[in-house]
């Protein structure tokens, strides 16, 4: 059984309250503060979870840094009050940083899924991901 800390489970309520604000933020026709708040609740929650130093030894890995540049560029962009700009930014600073995750994910969902149209589309996900 793993163990969670208290710190743990203070960034993993702050994280989901990120992922919330961000949301409702895009719900509400991209509202730069309710934006702004998530991106700052989500990147602190994520340092409370998995650590300070480990948060950026993955965001800055030599590979990794031009999808770092674009998040934290589209987090300060948001944060100047361009959100729809920033969003875009942060979206693709998203993909560029989690690419190599999505086969994981994917293949997961394919095996946990019991309806086979899911389950032949994540397989397909899967293949096509990790080809690339």
Not at 34 to 56: C, E, W
Not at 120 to 127: D, E, I, T, V
Request: positive net charge.
């Amino acid at each position: 059984m793993i163990s969670i800390t208290e710190w743990q489970k203070i960034g993993v309520g702050t994280t989901g309250f990120g992922v919330f604000f961000v949301l409702f933020g895009i719900l509400l026709y991209f509202d730069a503060v309710l934006l702004a708040f998530g991106n700052l609740l989500f990147l602190v929650g994520l340092s409370l979870i998995i650590g300070l130093r480990k948060m950026l030894a993955f965001f800055f890995q030599r590979h990794k840094l031009k999808g770092t540049s674009f998040f934290l560029g589209g987090v300060v962009i948001v944060l100047l009050r361009w959100p729809l700009l920033g969003m875009c930014l942060e979206t693709y600073g998203f993909f560029n940083l989690f690419k190599s995750f999505f086969p994981v994910a994917f293949g997961f969902l394919g095996n946990a899924s019991n309806i086979p149209f899911l389950s032949a589309l994540f397989q397909r996900l899967q293949g096509a991901s990790s080809m690339v």
